[in-house]
């Protein structure tokens, strides 16, 4: 594992050569020698990562569009905590408080994507934990001590750099302490009773093979997200009930992300979180549905979009494909009806663009312009595309 060398101070990289480092993460272009040589030093100890929460956002900026907000919390957060990470390395007996976070959003609309942008950037390992398979340990199912084993294997047994990463505890509303017919929940709350200790930061014994170490929690941050389908509800109520009772105005709000932006713990509880557990997520924030000009945006501006995705398939072949405004609104308008956020896109795409794909390299054309009437009738295209090569 590279370690940083020498034993004078950490050397952080400069503004400039942090301003080199997102252009060229974002844009995928080669970095300067100097900078590679400067970034492989310090690449195995996120303690020297020396990011501003700006630096993160604008680099998020790059791949998730929309979710303004929650870029900002999660971009504060993770920058934050590896500056206490660096003063428990400098001051092992500083109280730290973790700024581990509460993800709430409707499905395909970035949370997994963010954390993994994120931990593509500072270069830590990110474990992401489907809890509804979670169970109480010595039940059957993957216990909470088991995604610790898994970080460990995960950094091929580099526990210094394990305990520096970032665990994200997906589909974190499936764990309840009760559903919701309000009849309680025994499992799910075992399970939250459980990563309590974990999540606050302890040291865990863990079994590797033979050996028994420990794994000391923390310095992991972590990160829970779902969609907490009923929690609007939740909150609505409560609202509406405190204006009856006089305690304040109901305000008209119409968009999900806002409303989530007043939750309180007790709405949480509602729900079937233990107030302890919120308790040791302190930063809440909300992921707002992805909207029809999201999506279309996603399509033209995400350095991931899935177009250029298939632009550069294609280019394989020497194939150059390019989409019109018009087809790329109609994309966007057919995966918003889905409504499962950005992942619409690609079930479109790929049913549009299969035939195309699979007939297209075996003809002589090597330019397709996508335009709406294509994208409408891909059959037709193809059907001509036949009757001129007879
Ligand atoms: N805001 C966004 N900007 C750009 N691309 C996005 C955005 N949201 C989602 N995507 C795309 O959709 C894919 C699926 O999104 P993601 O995995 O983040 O969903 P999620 O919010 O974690 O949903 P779930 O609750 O179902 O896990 C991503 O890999 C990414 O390609
Ligand atoms: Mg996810």
Not at 80 to 100: F, M, S
Not at 142 to 156: E, G, H
Not at 214 to 240: D, Q, S, Y
Request: aromatic residues 6%.
């Amino acid at each position: 594992m590279a370690k940083q060398q020498g034993s004078g101070s950490p050397s952080y990289l400069t503004p400039d050569e942090m301003k080199e480092l997102i252009k060229s993460r974002n844009k995928n272009l080669p970095l300067s020698e100097k900078l590679e040589e400067k970034i492989n030093l310090q690449v195995s100890s996120p303690t020297l990562k020396n990011f501003t929460p700006k630096d993160i956002k604008q680099y998020l900026d790059g791949y998730v569009i929309s979710q303004e907000r929650a870029k900002k919390d999660i971009a504060v957060a993770v920058a934050y905590h590896y500056k206490h990470i660096d003063c428990l390395v400098n001051n092992p007996g500083t109280p730290i408080k973790k700024n581990n976070v509460l993800m709430i959003g409707p499905t395909g609309v970035g949370k997994t994507y963010m954390l993994e942008k994120i931990s593509q950037l500072i270069d830590v390992p990110l474990l992401v934990v489907d809890c509804s398979k979670l169970t109480k340990s010595g039940y059957i199912g993957n216990s909470v001590n088991d995604m610790l084993i898994d970080l460990f294997a995960k950094t091929n047994g580099d526990i210094e750099t394990a305990e520096k990463s970032i665990i994200y505890l997906d589909e974190i509303d499936k764990i309840r302490t009760q559903n919701s017919y309000g009849q309680r929940d025994i499992a799910g709350q075992d399970v939250q009773v459980e990563l309590l200790k974990i999540i606050e930061g302890a040291e865990v014994p863990i079994e590797v093979g033979k050996k028994k170490i420990m794994f000391n929690t923390k310095g992991v941050l972590f990160i829970a997200g779902g969609a907490f389908p009923e929690l609007e509800n939740i909150i609505k109520k409560r609202k509406n009930i405190k204006k009856e009772i006089g305690f304040g105005k109901e305000q008209t709000v119409s968009k999900t992300g806002e409303l989530f932006r007043e939750i309180t713990t007790e709405d949480l509880v509602n729900y079937g979180l233990l107030p302890e557990f919120i308790g040791r997520l302190p930063v809440i924030t909300a992921l707002s549905e992805l909207k029809q000009e999201d999506l279309e945006n996603i399509l033209k501006n995400s350095q991931e979009s899935i177009l250029k995705h298939y632009e550069a398939e294609l280019a394989g072949y020497s194939i150059k494909i390019k989409f019109t405004d018009e087809a790329i609104r109609e994309i966007a308008k057919m995966a918003y009806g889905k409504g499962i956020g950005a992942r619409g896109l690609t079930t479109i795409c790929e049913n549009f663009l299969m035939e195309l794909k699979y007939e297209l390299p075996s003809t002589n054309i090597k330019n397709v312009v996508v335009t709406e009437e294509l994208f409408r009738n891909p059959q037709k295209y193809l059907e001509d595309l036949n009757q001129k090569n007879d």
